[in-house]
């Protein structure tokens, strides 16, 4: 086999291993943010109650 062939799979391998890893680490991160927004709306439904927040103004209207 020709060295190029062999020096581009062993970089790809190792492509591959550090983008399995980033994945790993990211699908975490995303996991951790999504129960890190269920905490704050817990909170935020436990001091205000139930009600909807408007995001662009952040105006709380309770539910009726």
Known sequence: LPIYLVVSLGQIS???AQL???E???QSEY???G???????QSIQTEYGEGNLDLETGDFTPKQ
Do not use: I, N, S, Y
Not at 35 to 41: I, M
């Open 14 to 16: 190792v492509q591959k």
């Open 31 to 33: 996991f951790k943010k």
């Open 20 to 22: 399995e890893q980033e």
């Open 24 to 26: 790993k680490f990211l």
């Open 35 to 41: 129960q890190e927004e269920q905490e704050l709306l």
